[in-house]
């Protein structure tokens, strides 16, 4: 008898689902104008120091307090000016990947399109209007709209409206993104699916394919996806994997995919985070707050949502790199960018270490 294979799925550590009153009456927020690139003439918001009042608001997380040491080199961006999205301050991923030293030269090009393949996304969030470019649907759920908050979450990671005095920012805040809708309301999804989302997003123009899925069973099904969007000048970003193991899980396994562990805001590897030989890099990924469907935000942790920022760096790349090697695509060079930026913070198994938006940068040949 054949078994059916709902195989696992998204990953969830943690969801902590925080309404925030009042925002959505914020009127000052109608000016759309979101500048390409933020210099040091905007007004300072960003936190000096990587250490925000989020620990404070978090139960049950001490661990996370300040113990960094090594860290904290690259956590103190007191020279990083910011926008005016009122909850950068919870947003201490963006400090420590640097993003916005890479956000000196480019916030991302709208042309370079980053594929959700996920939950859904709630496109009709005030800090999402106008990202979603196109959405199609793979699942039994009657719409491609996110029911479960996990896809909402990951978009806003990637690309939620930057300086727009709502909400968050993006790590690549002028991308535009695909909802391709592979998992179900419940969070789950079959290999065949993700392969198919794969297609489909390769074939209507994704840059960027992040897949914060993750299956303990390999598919060649959807190992030849992936090579198809490599082959097709796409860069894929997939989670590690929330089982706290070293066990491969698929596709971040795959050679052309990108496999992305998570880590805390001191540095040290997040709770469940998978890790070896076979992960690629590491970001940030444990009390990440971001956007949730009908206006909300909250914070998630697990390795999807370290994948989402890796996924943001990609994408901001896509927009500084050149075709050095001539061979007509930009995904090996936005990779090796990704990866040679890595930041080596003392964790065995996470590739070269976390990303770095500003040694990627500097991989590039560009300066800030
Ligand atoms: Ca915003
Ligand atoms: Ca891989
Ligand atoms: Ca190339």
Known sequence: ????????????????????????????????????????????????????????????????ADSSSADSALATQSDVLGPDDPYLSEQWALNKIRALKLWQITTGEP??????????????????????????????????????????????????????????????PQSRLMNVKVA???????????????????????????????????????????????????????????DG?????????????????????DGTLAPLSNYGDWVDAAAPGFNIYSTLPDNSYGYKSGTSFATAHVSGLGALLFSVVSDTNGNGRLNDEVRAAIEAGGQEIGIDGVGNGRIDAASSLAETGNTP
């Open 184 to 242: 179900d309301d419940k969070g789950r999804c079959q290999p065949s699916v993700v392969a198919k989302g794969i297609i489909w997003a390769v074939d209507n123009g994704a840059s960027v394919i992040n897949i914060s899925v993750e299956f303990r069973e390999p598919s060649a099904e959807l190992e030849d996806a992936a090579n198809y969007a490599w082959s097709q000048g796409a860069v894929i970003i997939a989670a590690a994997g929330n």
């Open 1 to 64: 008898m054949k078994t059916l294979k709902f195989i696992v799925l998204v990953l969830i550590t943690v969801s902590l689902v925080t309404p925030l009153v009042g925002i959505a009456e914020d009127a000052s927020a109608t000016n759309s104008s979101n500048p390409p690139h933020y210099t040091s003439a905007v007004q300072a918001k960003v936190p000096t120091s990587g250490k925000t009042d989020l620990n404070g608001q978090r139960a049950g997380d001490a661990a996370v």
């Open 245 to 265: 193991s070293q066990l491969p899980v698929y596709p971040a396994y795959y050679e052309n995919c990108i496999a992305v562990a998570a880590t805390r805001q």
């Open 111 to 172: 042309q370079f399109l980053v594929a959700v393949l996920d939950t859904g996304i709630d496109q009709r969030h005030e800090d999402l209007n106008g990202k979603v470019v196109v959405e199609v649907n793979f699942t039994d759920s009657p719409t491609p709209n996110d029911i479960h908050g996990h896809g909402t979450h990951i978009a806003g990671i990637i690309a939620a409206n930057t300086n727009n005095g709502i909400g968050i920012a993006g790590v690549a």
